[in-house]
């Protein structure tokens, strides 16, 4: 079955403690992006990849980091989370930039 | 839980009844425009999408319009039933005046409210 997943499904963590959201493909797309998801504001992009080694800042880039090592996987990296990054994060991939993205379950975050 | 919903437009049908879902977009210079579906829970699910040199576009009981002298694009389902029930957003791709892509742009979304 085509699908994104993301781990974990939900995760709560204090001020400071890096952690990285893990994101994996199955259908060999190039193409892969992170968002966060806040009420009122809608989505926006974290970061994306057009490739392998490939990245760059969407939106809202600040307190992130990503890497895309191997095309499948797109982890994103909190390197030292805040509670302003309390939010609904999806993983995305897709065969081509922007469209017909297919959407991981997503990760609600909660940074105390 | 998530609270994606708070502060939504809301469309409440009657099951049976086709439901229209309207969105306005920023840029005339955007090319290609997609509905997702988001149901509770769940992440976006791409419904249907639309290139700007098309103004109609059918699916399975799903049909999107594009008027791109007003930057509009609606959502039309037909029949809606209860499993329709979801926040549904437009998302364009952004290209600026010289044909450069830039970002998605999602709209904040209309939530479906389907009534047995």
């Known amino acids: 079955e085509a699908q994104v997943t993301q781990n974990p499904r939900y995760l709560i963590t204090v001020t400071g403690k890096k952690l990285t959201v893990t994101c994996s493909q199955n259908?060999?797309?190039?193409?892969m992006s992170w968002y966060r998801q806040d009420p009122g504001l809608g989505l926006r992009q974290i970061y994306y990849s057009m490739n392998v080694e490939v990245t760059d800042k969407g939106d809202v880039p600040e307190g992130y980091k990503v890497s895309r090592k191997e095309k499948r996987n797109f982890p994103l990296i909190l390197e030292s989370p805040s509670p302003n990054q309390t939010s609904l994060y999806f993983c995305?991939?897709?065969?081509?930039?922007?469209?017909?993205?297919?959407f991981g379950s997503g990760t609600q975050l909660s940074v105390l | 839980g998530e609270s994606v919903g708070l502060h939504l437009p809301t469309l409440s049908v009657q099951e049976g009844d086709n439901s229209i879902i309207n969105c306005a977009y920023s840029?005339?210079?955007?090319?290609?425009f997609i509905w997702y579906k988001q149901e509770s829970g769940k992440g976006p699910q791409f419904i249907i999408d639309i290139r700007s040199n098309m103004d109609k576009r059918q699916g399975q009981r799903v049909t999107v319009l594009l008027n791109k002298t007003v930057k509009h694009l609606s959502l039309q389902i037909a029949a809606t039933q209860p499993g329709d029930s979801a926040v549904y957003f437009c998302a364009e791709n952004f290209r600026d005046y010289g044909g450069s892509q830039g970002n998605l742009i999602f709209g904040k979304g209309t939530k479906l409210s389907v009534k047995p």
């Open positions: 840029n005339s210079a955007s090319d290609y």
């Open positions: 259908m060999n797309h190039e193409y």
């Open positions: 995305a991939s897709s065969s081509r930039r922007n469209e017909k993205l297919f």
